[in-house]
């Protein structure tokens, strides 16, 4: 199992444009997440989500972000418009089913500088 | 408010010394409590998990309710150990992937 597969590990991006980051989860995970690490800082919570739904998108900011998990293909997260601040490393993790004593699993990350 | 608070961005050792990585957290309800750690240019991966009561590597972290912290320890550091630490925490809901995390803790083992 080749684990949590982000691509691409750097992206740089003018600002104004869009910038779109892909997560494979491990192989039976059926369940995503989505961090943001600014610099100096932990890792914030964006959003989860299932196949085909949006459980919990309580940490995206309201404009510009969006995320996917489509039924076949990797997970995506997408930023429209894309400015300074959003310069950041982009984590992804996945779980399996069940919840209880699961763990969830990252991935290397993406590094996404706007310039 | 949730919050994971680490208070130290950087604790410097030498070898064989005792290491305590500090970790408090506010948190309304029961959360369960994890370390994470990630060494130089690889992922992020679970270290420790309160429930499990686990010693992994040496490490061990104590839940102090009253105090409200979860440090990481180890009796005697080695130069291996060198790396970022996150404690984080989670719901205790049963989703162990929606975590809150500390700023981290980079942990330098000196020879």
């Known amino acids: 199992n080749a684990g949590v597969m982000q691509n691409p590990r750097h992206l740089v991006r003018r600002r104004g444009q869009e910038a779109r980051l892909r997560c494979s989860p491990m192989k039976g995970h059926s369940h995503v997440y989505w961090y943001r690490q600014l610099p100096e800082e932990g890792l914030k919570f964006m959003v989860y989500?299932?196949?085909?739904?949006?459980?919990?998108e309580s940490g995206m900011p309201k404009e510009r972000f969006s995320a996917e998990f489509p039924k076949e293909g990797p997970s995506i997260l997408r930023i429209q418009q894309v400015v300074r601040g959003d310069s950041a490393a982009y984590f992804c993790a996945s779980s399996p089913p069940g919840g209880w004593n699961t763990e969830a699993f990252f991935g290397q990350g993406t590094r996404l500088t706007v310039v | 408010a949730q919050r994971v608070t680490q208070p130290e961005k950087l604790l410097s050792v030498f070898k064989g010394a005792p290491v305590e990585l500090k970790c408090n957290y506010s948190?309304?309800?029961?959360?369960?409590l994890f370390w994470y750690v990630q060494y130089s240019r690889q992922r992020l991966q679970l270290l420790l998990r309160?429930?499990s009561r686990e010693s992994i590597k040496g490490f061990t972290a104590d839940l102090n309710k009253g105090e409200t912290s979860f440090h990481l320890k180890k009796p005697f550091a080695q130069e291996e150990d060198s790396a970022m630490y996150y404690c984080a925490l989670t719901s205790g809901s049963g989703n162990t992937g929606k975590l809150i995390f500390g700023q981290g803790t980079t942990l330098q083992v000196k020879p």
């Open positions: 948190y309304s309800g029961s959360p369960e």
């Open positions: 309160h429930i």
């Open positions: 989500l299932q196949k085909e739904n949006i459980i919990d």
